[in-house]
């Protein structure tokens, strides 16, 4: 498996990363356990060293998962985990509401580290950036407790590109993660070129638009109960049919070059930026190796504004995400 440098942080990971939400979490019924926790053993075994969940993704369960399973690759693997919302006393899924409190990022990096069964939490993100608490004290926070050897990395997730720029002046930022991909392309508005400038990786999740871009899904698909996609506009079936166009240009890429939609997609990701790692999610061993292959496609700078190109001029119908949630991003 390839290497990449997150930035200029002198953290390296496997080019492609894990991300381990959907094996618990957003997507319907979560996987078997005794499944999931071989899927991500062999994801190690394969070369991955990156594994992405967080304290929400349950909540709880998903951290509990990535922590029993990876135990025994302690100081082979990085993992990244997440910090930022108000839970549900009752444990059930959803949140109350956006917290980066100094007192409830403490107590959520506790319950990580407990649930994640290490001594200090790789690589730690905002998970959404809380209007009513001043992104230096989230920054200071957080470093006050890589001092104290509780964490070793800061990162941010959906956050604006004057945000970043606060928060690394106070705690250097080692990595942002945004979703990003042919289907959204925000990041390259401001995000993109202001971790360029200051030397921070970039972690896309949905690399493949939430499943959209494997070629898998059209305006038939039906979803499982608990299936957030069930509320995306993006994911509405007159959405998924005419989006359907983008997939189509994948394949067709794809023919050429002997890959499939999904591996384009990640591959053309990879080609944007050398510090940009993509954590695309699976519950499936074939998925996985899949999505690793596209660490062997490497487009000519021919083929990269061809499909730049075309991409472009196909507009993407639907938002990614119901307006409320969407709301609390790029803050």
Same mark, same amino acid.
């Given at each position: 498996?390839?290497?990449?440098?997150?930035?200029?942080?002198?953290?390296?990971?496997?080019?492609? #990363? @894990? #991300?381990?939400? #959907?094996?618990?979490?957003?997507?319907?019924?979560?996987?078997?356990?005794?499944?999931?926790?071989?899927? @991500?053993?062999?994801?190690? $075994?394969?070369?991955?060293? *990156? *594994?992405?969940?967080? +304290?929400?993704?349950?909540?709880?369960?998903? $951290?509990?998962?990535?922590?029993?399973?990876?135990?025994?690759?302690?100081? &082979?693997?990085?993992?990244?985990?997440?910090?930022?919302?108000?839970?549900?006393?009752?444990?059930?899924?959803?949140?109350?509401?956006?917290?980066?409190?100094?007192?409830?990022?403490?107590?959520?990096?506790?319950?990580?580290?407990?649930?994640?069964?290490?001594?200090?939490?790789?690589?730690?993100?905002?998970?959404?950036?809380?209007?009513?608490?001043?992104?230096?004290?989230?920054?200071?926070?957080?470093?006050?407790?890589?001092?104290?050897?509780?964490?070793?990395?800061?990162?941010?997730?959906?956050?604006?590109?004057?945000?970043?720029?606060?928060?690394?002046?106070?705690?250097?930022?080692?990595?942002?993660?945004?979703?990003?991909?042919?289907?959204?392309?925000?990041? $390259? +508005?401001?995000?993109?070129?202001?971790?360029?400038?200051?030397?921070? /990786? *970039?972690?896309?999740?949905?690399?493949?638009? %939430?499943?959209?871009?494997?070629?898998?899904?059209?305006?038939?698909?039906? *979803?499982?109960?608990?299936?957030?996609?069930?509320?995306?506009?993006?994911?509405?079936? +007159?959405?998924?049919?005419?989006?359907?166009?983008?997939?189509?240009?994948?394949?067709?890429? /794809?023919?050429?070059?002997?890959?499939?939609?999904?591996?384009?997609?990640?591959?053309?990701?990879?080609? &944007?930026?050398?510090?940009?790692?993509?954590?695309?999610?699976?519950? %499936? @061993?074939?998925?996985? +190796?899949?999505?690793?292959?596209?660490?062997?496609?490497?487009?000519?700078?021919?083929?990269?504004?061809?499909?730049?190109?075309?991409?472009?001029?196909?507009?993407?119908?639907?938002?990614?995400?119901?307006?409320?949630?969407?709301?609390?991003?790029? @803050?």
């Amino acid at each position: 498996m390839k290497q990449r440098e997150l930035g200029r942080s002198g953290l390296k990971v496997s080019a492609i #990363g @894990l #991300g381990c939400m #959907g094996m618990s979490f957003g997507y319907g019924k979560p996987g078997d356990r005794g499944e999931m926790l071989a899927l @991500l053993r062999k994801a190690v $075994e394969l070369g991955v060293t *990156f *594994f992405d969940t967080a +304290e929400v993704y349950g909540p709880y369960t998903n $951290e509990d998962l990535v922590g029993e399973a990876l135990a025994p690759f302690r100081g &082979q693997v990085v993992i990244a985990t997440k910090f930022g919302f108000r839970l549900r006393d009752d444990g059930q899924p959803g949140f109350l509401g956006v917290d980066s409190s100094p007192g409830r990022i403490r107590q959520a990096v506790e319950g990580s580290l407990r649930r994640l069964r290490v001594e200090a939490i790789d690589l730690l993100y905002q998970h959404r950036v809380d209007p009513k608490v001043p992104i230096e004290d989230v920054a200071g926070t957080v470093g006050d407790l890589i001092r104290e050897g509780k964490v070793k990395r800061f990162g941010l997730s959906e956050a604006g590109a004057a945000t970043i720029r606060r928060a690394h002046a106070v705690q250097p930022v080692t990595a942002v993660q945004s979703e990003y991909s042919l289907w959204f392309r925000r990041p $390259e +508005e401001e995000v993109l070129p202001t971790c360029e400038e200051l030397g921070i /990786g *970039f972690v896309p999740f949905s690399p493949l638009g %939430k499943g959209f871009l494997t070629g898998k899904i059209d305006e038939k698909t039906q *979803f499982e109960n608990g299936d957030f996609r069930n509320i995306v506009p993006r994911f509405a079936p +007159e959405a998924r049919r005419r989006n359907r166009a983008l997939v189509e240009l994948l394949e067709t890429f /794809g023919r050429r070059r002997g890959a499939t939609a999904a591996q384009v997609a990640l591959a053309w990701l990879l080609a &944007q930026k050398p510090w940009i790692v993509p954590i695309p999610g699976t519950t %499936k @061993l074939a998925r996985l +190796e899949e999505n690793l292959g596209a660490t062997e496609i490497e487009f000519t700078a021919e083929e990269l504004r061809e499909l730049h190109e075309a991409a472009a001029g196909i507009p993407i119908e639907g938002g990614r995400y119901p307006e409320e949630i969407e709301k609390m991003t790029y @803050l």
